[in-house]
């Protein structure tokens, strides 16, 4: 068997599209476009290029984005007041804080103070719980990314064996709340999981999302399987690759995403549709 490539990058083109004239029809309707503010603390290289994206993609779909760029040294208190004066903000519909935060700040404390409605990632404590009890709001991009690229191959989830690789709580963990709420059979393997292969082996989906390079082999795969690849590796040479050996995992696979251009576009994309999706709460339309 030879994978299906499922194209990441062509689905999130599609609903960004569809997302532009959305966001027009609202701003005309409402009177002002959804708006993002995204926080960023520090220097590091590669979050400043997250961000940008970020940017670029809220300018694409039409949604106002306002950046908030802060020193290293800046204390949590001062962040904490920003997300304070943000949650109250009526021009803001979502907050994203840029992670991973400098040493010195407490990630969850930080996260935990976007008002719940405004928390376009997906990440709090409320959002998740939402997800638990089928009854989801804001739902964890990434995850919610996967569940997209799952939706393009047609195959009814009900009853199948789906293994989430990783128990993070931004991946993992809401990635395996994700499948159960479509009716998955759902094991979560993590970093103290044993026989990870044997788990592998019967999966009808896998969901690769341990942050380890080629962590999962091409032989492992059942027959016909889905394998969805969240890991994100930069190799010497400067290109990326995932958590699953990708040309031999194609051999067996039914659908494989490739790494890039499968799970990462997605993410900013379910991003812009969470903003929109605040945006819609705040106005009343939803
Ligand atoms: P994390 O380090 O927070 O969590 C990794 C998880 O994998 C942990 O639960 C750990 O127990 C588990 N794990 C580690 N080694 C394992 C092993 N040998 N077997 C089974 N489980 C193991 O990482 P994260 O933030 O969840 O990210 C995971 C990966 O996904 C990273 O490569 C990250 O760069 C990538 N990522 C990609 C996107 C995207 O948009 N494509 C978004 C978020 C994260």
Known sequence: MTAQVIDGKALAAKLKDEMHTQVAELKQQCGRAPGLAVIIVGNDPASHVY?????????????????????????QEHLLG??????????????????????????????????????????????????????????????????KLLETTGVDLHGKEAVVVGASNIVGRPMALELLLAGATVTVAHRFTENL????????IVIA?????????????????????????????????????????????GWITPVPGGVGPMTITMLLANTISAFKNHVGLS
């Open 51 to 75: 961000v940008k994206n970020k940017k670029i993609a809220c300018e694409k779909v039409g949604i106002t984005s306002f950046a908030s760029e802060l020193p290293e040294e800046t204390t």
């Open 82 to 147: 920003l997300i304070a004066d943000l949650n109250q903000n009526p021009r803001v519909d979502g907050i994203l804080v840029q992670l991973p935060l400098p040493a010195h700040m407490d990630a969850d404390k930080v996260l935990n103070a976007i008002a719940s409605d405004k928390d376009v990632d997906g990440f709090h404590p409320y959002n998740v719980g939402c997800l638990a009890v089928r009854q989801p709001e804001l739902r964890s991009c990434t995850p919610y990314g996967c569940m």
């Open 197 to 204: 292969q044997s788990h592998i082996e019967r999966a009808d």
């Open 209 to 253: 999302a341990a942050g380890k390079q080629g962590l999962i082999q091409g032989e492992w795969i059942k027959e016909g399987a889905i394998v969805i690849d969240v890991g994100i590796h930069r190799l010497e040479d400067g290109s990326l690759t995932g958590d699953v050996d990708f040309e031999a995992a194609s051999k067996h696979a």
